[in-house]
Structure formats: structure tokens, C-alpha cells
């Protein structure tokens, strides 16, 4: 058994991602077919841009120092520009040969790193800025995504920063997916609900808003707006090519543009930026 199982990060997350996630059919990613749009039109490929241009801003740089915990098989090769080096961590050693071969092609120095990100093996201040997208959520106890967030904000150092791309799981424009979470965290519903329903291929458990910022809140200044508004199902199912496709597309493209903070509890996912203080309250 591998002693990262000794850690607060995910075991059943690890083994899908090692044995599933990570690998190629026909050629594709199996969390890239999964879990992102299979038809992406103008609109779509905008708002991915934007997202994209907004976390770089957060981030800051250039020449930076930065580390990616939970980078997976897929890296934010978009902010490899920015840095002096980069530091891709994950604890799916299938991922990280992915990783690799992703960093590879950008031309700027780089490291992996094999690690669970409730534990990693770098000093305090390390880094100049850290950067995690879409993998504490799959920390399946609070206790494991607590101290995932105080290792992040850890390594960075005082005057740096941390962004998170992170699920909102009361999204207030998706109303079944908000009622469905807030039944799931009710104590006994929940223990009946989780028994009754489907197995899911990992495990999700997005904390709410309130309890994110608390944690993090120590480390400095928080803010948070929205990072996308649409769902995994809406983004893989609602096609631009269709006639009320493309209008809720449109309408999504209005909001997140014009006003993405005040549409964070709208939406299904959110960015969170953290400027570290010099000390940590306590």
C-alpha cells in the first residue's frame, strides 16, 4: 500500500484517476471526454478564453515560481508563460506522465512532483503563487480539504498568492442540483439519499462558500467571483448549434461577463483568490 494512503487526500479519487482517468481512448483523456463540453461552438470557446485570461491576471508574474497541486494529466499549460519554473503536483502518477508531456511542449522549466496535496513536500514560502483547479472538491471528508487548503496557502509565500477554481454547491440558477446538494448535507437524509443513489465515478463533496472562506481567510484577504455559471451536464448537453441553445449560451456569455461577482452563487463553480498575509491568524 502506498504510503500516501497514510495522508487526508482520497484513495478511491487516486485509483480512478491511476486506472480510469488518465487514460487514452481513441486518443482522448477519459476526464477530458467526461467532463467537458463535446461541442464546443464561438461562444464556449470565448468564455474559455476569458476564464483563462482572468485566472493569469489573479495569478500575477511574470517569472514567477509556481506550483500546481491537483494538476492531473492536464496542467495549466496557459499559465506556463508566466513562470521561471513550474511545478506540477499530483498524487496519480499516470497523471502526472501526462502532465509532463503537456509541460514539455511549452518550453519553460518544470518539475512533477508525486504527492498528496494534504501533505507536500515543500517548505513554507516556497513558491510565489500556487494554483489549483477542480481537485479539492474530490477530498471526500472536510477534515481532508481543510488541510489541503492550509498546505497550498502554505507554500506560498507571504506577498504571493493562491487561486482556486472550486465547486459552489448551491447554485442558485441550477435549483435541483442546489436542493439535491443541500438534501445530501441534511444528516440522516443524506446517510439515506447516498445509499439509494448511484455510485459516482469519484468522489465530489463541494463545501459550502461560507466554510471555503473561513479556512482560507486565516492565510489573508479572500475574495471570490464566478468562474463558470453552467454545469457539467449543461455544458456537455446544451449545444450552441440549437436555436435555445445558443440564447442560453448567449445569456450565460452577458452574466459571467458583466458581472461575475455578483454572479458567484449563481453559478456552479467559482475562483478564489487569496493574498497571502505575512503571518497566519491563528
Known amino acids: 500500500m502506498s504510503h500516501l494512503r497514510l495522508f487526508k487526500g482520497t484513495p478511491a479519487t487516486r485509483e480512478f484517476y491511476d486506472s480510469v482517468g ?21 461562444i ?18 511574470p517569472g514567477m515560481n509556481l506550483v500546481e497541486c491537483g494538476c492531473g494529466g492536464t496542467p495549466a499549460t496557459f499559465l506556463a508563460d508566466l513562470c ?40 513554507d514560502g516556497e513558491y510565489d503563487a500556487a494554483y489549483s483547479a477542480h481537485a479539492i472538491y474530490h ?11 492550509s498546505e497550498v496557502m502554505r507554500v506560498v509565500r507571504p506577498g504571493g498568492r493562491a487561486v482556486l477554481a472550486l465547486a459552489n454547491p448551491f447554485p442558485i440558477a441550477f435549483p435541483a442540483r442546489l436542493f439535491r446538494r443541500a438534501a445530501a448535507m441534511t444528516p ?44 457539467v451536464w449543461f455544458d456537455q448537453h446544451v449545444s450552441e448549434q440549437s436555436f435555445i441553445g445558443q440564447r442560453l449560451w448567449r445569456a450565460v456569455q452577458l452574466i459571467e461577463t458583466s458581472s461575475p461577482a455578483a454572479a458567484m452563487r449563481l453559478g456552479c463553480f467559482v475562483t478564489i483568490v487569496v493574498e497571502r498575509s505575512a503571518k497566519p491568524a491563528l
Open 84 to 123: 521561471r519554473r513550474y511545478t506540477a503536483v499530483d498524487f496519480s502518477s499516470t497523471g502526472l506522465a501526462e502532465a509532463a508531456a503537456a509541460l514539455q511542449a511549452t518550453g519553460v522549466p518544470f518539475e512533477t512532483v508525486e504527492a498528496d496535496m494534504t501533505r507536500l513536500p515543500f517548505g
Open 22 to 42: 488518465w487514460l487514452r481512448r481513441e486518443g482522448i483523456l477519459v476526464d477530458t471526454a467526461t467532463f467537458t463540453s463535446r461541442d464546443p461552438g464561438s
Open 139 to 149: 477530498i471526500d471528508t472536510p477534515e481532508g480539504q481543510s488541510a489541503a487548503f
Open 188 to 231: 440522516v437524509l443524506g446517510t439515506v439519499l447516498n445509499r439509494l443513489r448511484t455510485r459516482p465515478p469519484l468522489p465530489f463533496l463541494p463545501m459550502p462558500l461560507s466554510w471555503i472562506h473561513h479556512q482560507l481567510a486565516r492565510w489573508g484577504r479572500v475574495t471570490m467571483q464566478c468562474h463558470t455559471i453552467p454545469s
Open 44 to 61: 464556449l470557446v470565448s468564455l474559455a478564453r476569458r476564464r483563462r485570461q482572468l485566472i493569469s491576471e489573479a495569478i500575477g508574474g
